[in-house]
């Protein structure tokens, strides 16, 4: 498992990796907002997407639309993978939150 230091780190990269891919979006379309330990999309119809860690578990937890995923660390991949095994990826997941919502296809650079 991530130590910590390590998990937050990573976790405040990847707020900041969403929040960028959202800048060149029109605000009306989808809004992101951060609050501590949450990042919450808001979407024109003002339905969210709310993205909050988890620290005790070092899981990061994304909710949207009456769903919930939580999502871990992969460390031989890097990549944060729902942790019920169903190869749902968390940056791939949200981008398709995104675009139902909105239309919208999200750059992750």
Known sequence: MINESAYLKTVDEIFKRI????E??????????????VLTLTFRDRSRCVINTQRPTRQIWLAA????????????SGHWMDDKGRGEE?????AKIVTENTGVTLNWG
Do not use: Y
């Open 90 to 94: 968390l940056f791939a997941m949200i």
């Open 65 to 76: 639309s009456s769903r919930a995923w939580h999502f871990n660390l992969d460390e031989e």
């Open 24 to 37: 060149p979006v029109d605000p009306d379309d989808v809004e992101a907002v951060t609050a501590g330990d």
């Open 19 to 22: 929040e960028d891919s959202c």
